[in-house]
DNA sequence: TAAAGAAATTAGCCAAGGCTAATTTTTATG
DNA sequence: CATAAAAATTAGCCTTGGCTAATTTCTTTA
């Protein structure tokens, strides 16, 4: 029996997204690299860590450090998953570095995974025929 | 000198494109429809009809009717536009009814012209090349 | 080891976008 | 044309997720 988990918000999301690349990259995930990194206050970064924690995402120790239970973990996971495949599609299309960043920022919170295994299919066949990428980019206004 | 137009909310959008769907197959649009059709409130849709009319997106007179400005319209026919785009894409790809829906109301809100362009092109080709769409199709997992 | 500085938290505010209940206005109908 | 029903609006509430300013706790350093 697997516990269902209701929709995380597109702000929960990117929390958690965050949360693991920082641990990922320097080890551990601190409210001030956080929201450096988000571009938003310490302060909304607490109050968003305090909510996590309430609803089982993150374990926080009051002015200590904050680890990821196994359902964040799960989420984050699978938000940076989609957040890589829908990078690696929008460049194979040519779309300007800026743009894909902004488009998949947005997107990556609404893809089923079943859209998203389709157009991990589609990045394969895109990436092995370059002469089937050429015509779609050049079919481009 | 073209009007720059900060970027509108999903929920903005969500409501010109609503209200634009409801005049092409009715011809008006009244608070009632908007309301049952986006599954909201009538005091909700009444609300964000005044805030709409005061950001310039529809003209609206109290108690009567609701028509939409050309800004508004023109925010309206590029998000249904997008909404027409990706659900061309996901049916392609052979997702779900009911997930396509999902996934395209959600990504609607957050994809550029760019990518708009690149993945209409990409529809082309996988419309004329049904080899290459089976290809893609039998790689999903 | 006492300050100073950095990090984290709290308090109090705001806007967006929902809701229900009550009221007002318009429309339909006997 | 009076009244009932439908539509629209208002009033008041709520949650989410931001913000700044002030405070508290931890860490570094003279
Ligand atoms: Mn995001
Ligand atoms: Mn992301
Ligand atoms: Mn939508
Ligand atoms: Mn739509």
Redesign the interface.
Known sequence: MIKSGKRSSSAVEDYLERIQELIDSKGYARVVDIALSLGISQASVTNMVKRLDAEGFVKHERYRGLILTDEGRAIARAVIDRHRILTEF?RL????ES?VE??V???E????S??L??????C??LTSNRE?LQ???S???
Chains 1, 2 share one sequence.
């Open positions: 929008l299309l040519g779309i300007s743009e902004r488009d920022e947005g997107m919170h609404h893809l089923s079943s859209s295994g389709a157009i991990e299919s589609l394969r066949e089937l015509k779609v980019r079919g481009m206004k």
